[in-house]
């Protein structure tokens, strides 16, 4: 096992701030479940076998009458046979609390932007996502991190971009939303505002993991990456009303360029929320999705070209993003219920819960194929 070296890259991102990291816990596997609607846990649910995906090549809905759902990153599929039952157990586990954190908030809160936060927060904390605690390694050895939220009802939206001692990062992106005349904050700048506004700072090593390490160093050495899966966490909500939210955050690309910043935290690329249209939230090639404007293209498909969520999503994921040189994926919801998760990598990890309590997590290539 490599070592984290106390080099003085390193070192310069140690300040003094300190807060311990908390424990990932991972809950009993799932693939469909039925959710009590008193919000209780799993224990007492009935376990299903996954809905079949919709055909590979096709434009259709994948779910209906869906008021949440959760993205965990676009890239390599994860392959059902080479994958242990706890590492599967651990990422159905992941998706399936933050789309019970969601949940929760919207019941208590009725707000899909608190909702769509709580679920990405679940997400932010999980060392297994590349967001939040579980963030990878830029060129120098730190981790700047990114994150948006926007909402439906009046395109109110807030965004921070390059951040460096915020736990949440999409906290921070909510509170530049709520409490501030600004969109998007970067930098020095927003770590500041997170921390005037309450949100208590962190170390940089609050966010190492041995895993995104290990990944920095294999690019380093210019070698495979062992890591499965790549790209964001996001989360899309649809209120009792129709009302829709979306969040994006993200620890951005391995080995990435000191200052990069990708389309998650910018409206209209990784993250988008129109009532009359669409709820977004993007993962994958970032320079790609920005260059395509990728989410607010999809509302416009939607608002000037009539198409469906389904239709819109798959010509901008499949048709018109690969053409600009990357892939990767979107989940989408409209203000009637109808979701789509298309993607032109190999896999996305994902799950929704629909208004009836049937919460559904993919995370294997066969559950989700890639929609070419």
């Not at 009590?36 to 090549?57: E, F, L, V, W």
């Not at 109110?156 to 971009?161: K, L, R």
């Not at 198409?307 to 979107?330: F, M, N, Q, T």
């Not at 919801?333 to 979701?339: I, K, P």
């Amino acid at each position: 096992m490599r070592t984290r070296p106390r080099t003085p890259g390193t070192a310069r991102l140690l300040r003094a701030w300190r807060i311990p990291a908390t424990a990932a816990v991972a809950a009993a596997a799932v693939v469909l479940v039925t959710v009590p609607g008193d919000g209780a846990g799993p224990s007492d649910a009935r376990a299903r076998t996954a809905a079949a995906p919709a055909p590979a090549g096709t434009a259709e809905p994948d779910a209906h009458d869906v008021v949440l759902a959760v993205h965990g990153g676009a890239g390599t599929a994860l392959i059902r046979e080479e994958t242990s039952p706890e590492k599967e157990k651990a990422y159905r586990a992941g998706l399936s609390r933050a789309l019970r954190a969601g949940r929760q908030a919207l019941h208590r809160k009725g707000d899909g932007v608190r909702a769509a936060e709580a679920a990405v927060n679940v997400l932010e904390d999980d060392p297994l996502f590349n967001a939040g605690k579980g963030a990878v390694f830029t060129a120098d050895a730190g981790h700047e991190l990114d994150a948006s939220v926007m909402r439906g009802s009046d395109l109110a939206a807030g965004a921070v971009a390059g951040v460096t001692h915020v736990r949440n990062p999409v906290t921070a992106a909510r509170l530049v939303m709520r409490k501030s005349r600004h969109v998007l904050l970067a930098g020095q700048g927003a770590d500041d505002f997170a921390a005037a506004q309450g949100l208590k700072p962190v170390t940089q090593d609050y966010f190492w993991t041995q895993r995104r390490w290990d990944a920095l160093m294999d690019a380093k050495g210019k070698k495979p990456s062992a890591d499965e899966t790549k790209g964001t966490v996001g989360a899309v909500v649809r209120e009792d009303d129709g009302d829709l939210a979306a969040a994006t955050s993200t620890g951005g690309l391995t080995n990435k360029a000191a200052g990069r910043v990708g389309d998650s935290p910018v409206v209209g690329a990784g993250t988008y929320a129109k009532n009359s249209t669409v709820a977004a939230s993007a993962t994958g090639a970032g320079e790609v999705f920005l260059r395509g404007a990728a989410t607010a293209t999809i509302s416009d498909l939607m608002e000037f070209g009539g198409k469906d969520v389904a239709k819109a999503s798959y010509e901008v994921l499949v048709k018109r993003l690969p053409k600009l040189g990357g892939d990767g994926g979107v989940i989408a919801l409209d203000r009637r219920g109808e979701f789509d998760a298309p993607h032109s990598s190999e896999g996305m990890l994902h799950g929704y819960l629909t208004g009836s309590g049937r919460l559904v997590t993919k995370i294997f290539k066969d559950e989700s194929p890639p929609n070419r």
